[in-house]
């Protein structure tokens, strides 16, 4: 993590301090500003934690002190709700002028409510993040005890909070008396993030639940289960940095795409901007010898079914691929190409793999592959994913209706995988289960829906915040590859829907390189290729 310590000036002329923290390579996917808690400061270790989980995914941070608080100028009691909007607006700007205009929005306690506030006068900014916030500005007076009645009676008070006074003036109470937050949240037109811990005892989780009926959608809410008001745990701030991240990440690349020319976009699928690891060899595509469009839930084991079909195949040296969902991969063989990064890729593979039958049907029925000329060549499977130990002792799946169980659990209206979670669940204890897992325990909140489950379920188990999450096996041997301990429990192959999870390859009709692709196929269902699949997880065809 690289950061710089900068300072701009309020309305008032003050200088306020400020830190931008930027990821190792300095060259950001987006920008963030975060708004710290009531007469907290920047460098709280929570928001430090939390910014430095946002680096290593490739935001860039601001955090600035509030006028009159930290190392910034100012009089505390001079200030007001309105005063840290006005002082968040600024900041923007200020980043917008001199580094890079603030894609999302991420507050902490008070500064949730004043980033939603603030996030109408921030044009920039696509998505906004709360984290522990008051779904009322006023709920703060609960931190003055008795000396609100003071400050209303003599006009202010010495407040002591948190170990330290601070003089408070009405003028301050009188401010948040005029905040119409309802009416801001339900217009806010931004995607909105509300993180909460049902164990939060100086916000209580109704307010999260307040701010969630009040907002429109595209809004999510994570249980940030057993964290205390401040995350003082670091596993805790940095849990809430990954999601973060996660979630931020649609809505970077949903912004991206208005900026494509139109005309045309208008013709070509895009290609999102962040999606860059997933085209390999992009600058051998002109003199490729093999161009593969793989399903991209194969990504973890590319590199080396590649490295082993060239040891077979010497003479064929230059490969590209992709691992792209595979539905973006259909769009862009049926359209001849892509935009990337503004520009038309013209690309066009030898080979395509699917998880669907239906897209080699589409493929078939425009003329693009040959009848029936593709073939199953691989399957996956769900299986259980538990904290090191499994300390729930989860046996099975009927386990997940326990009543203490936390689960991480991938939302059918967003992830596909879903579909056949909610099978194996059917299968295992009939609709009473599904009912049970989807309904019953998500309103007691130890069903815990995910925005993306291969991301955020890992971490979560790794955290300790979830006691188990249905995954791919895929993505449980990945996750252990990238240090997130976890074990696992199989689920059984009459529950773990391998016979219903088909990958099929096929070789385009007027693939460019046909007598290589043929190779290639041929070399997919070798024992060569199908161990290296199950070492990733996957279930060989020829175990079916």
């Given at each position: ?58 935001f860039a941070v601001m955090r600035f002190d509030f006028t009159g608080l930290g190392e910034s100028e100012g009089d505390f009691a001079d200030t007001n709700f309105s005063s840290n909007v006005d002082d968040l607006i600024i900041a923007a700007e200020f980043m917008a002028q001199n580094y890079g205009a603030p894609k999302i929005l991420v507050g902490h306690s008070l ?150 020319d139109m005309t045309v976009e208008d013709s070509y699928p895009v290609i999102p901007s962040s999606r860059s690891d997933d085209l390999h060899g992009l600058h051998l595509v002109q003199e490729a010898d093999l161009v593969l469009f793989m399903a991209g839930n194969q990504f973890m084991a590319m590199a080396e079914i590649i490295a082993a ?236």
């Open positions: 993590m690289r950061f710089k310590n900068l300072a701009f000036t309020n309305k008032a002329g003050q200088k306020l301090a400020a830190r931008l923290d930027w990821p190792d390579d300095l060259k950001p996917r987006a920008y963030a500003l975060f708004a710290h808690c009531f007469t907290c400061t920047k460098n709280i270790k929570a928001i430090s934690n939390i910014s430095r989980a946002l680096n290593r995914e490739g500064g949730g409510a004043a980033v939603l506030q603030a996030a109408a006068k921030i044009p920039s900014a696509v998505a906004v993040i709360t984290i522990a916030a008051p779904a009322d500005p006023r709920h703060v007076t609960h931190a003055l005890g008795e000396s609100q009645a003071i400050i209303e009676r003599r006009g202010e008070a010495n407040v002591c909070l948190a170990g330290r006074t601070f003089k408070i003036k009405k003028q301050f109470l009188d401010d948040l008396a005029t905040v119409p937050m309802q009416k801001t949240i339900r217009n806010l037109k931004k995607a909105l993030l509300i993180l909460h811990s049902p164990t939060d005892d100086t916000v209580s989780i109704d307010n999260a639940a307040k701010i969630f009926q009040a907002a429109r959608h595209p809004k999510s809410f994570v249980s940030l289960d057993r964290a205390d008001h401040l995350l003082m745990n670091r596993k805790d701030s940095f849990y809430a940095g990954n999601l973060i991240a996660a979630w931020a990440l649609k809505y970077i690349e949903d912004a991206h795409q208005p900026e494509i079909f060239q040891t077979e195949n010497p003479t064929i040296k230059k490969i590209f691929y992709e691992t792209l969902p595979p539905g973006l991969e259909l769009k862009q063989i049926m359209a001849g190409g892509a935009v990337y990064n503004g520009e038309l890729l013209q690309i066009y593979p030898d080979i395509f793999t699917s998880v669907s039958a239906k897209s080699m049907q589409t493929l078939e029925a425009a003329g693009r592959i040959r009848e029936n000329d593709y073939y199953l060549y691989l399957h996956n499977r769900l299986t259980l994913m538990v904290p090191p130990g499994n300390p729930a002792a989860i046996k099975g799946v009927t386990d997940l209706g326990r009543n203490s169980v936390r689960i991480s659990q991938p939302d059918p209206a967003n992830e596909d995988i879903a579909v056949h979670i909610m099978d194996m669940y059917r299968e295992a204890g009939g609709d009473e289960l599904v009912e049970r897992i989807m309904e019953e325990k998500r309103a007691e909140g130890t069903t815990v829906f995910t925005v993306v489950h291969h991301r955020e379920t890992p971490l979560r188990i790794a955290g300790g915040t979830v006691d188990v999450g249905p995954v791919w096996a895929t993505e449980a041997a990945h996750a252990a590859t990238r240090g997130l301990e976890h074990d696992v429990v199989e689920p059984g192959e009459k529950l773990d829907r391998r016979d219903h999870i088909n990958y099929y390859a096929c070789r385009l009709a007027d693939a460019p390189h046909p007598n290589n692709a043929q190779k290639f196929l041929n070399f997919l269902r070798l024992p060569t290729a199908q161990n290296i699949y199950r070492k990733y997880g996957f279930v060989p065809y020829s175990d079916r």
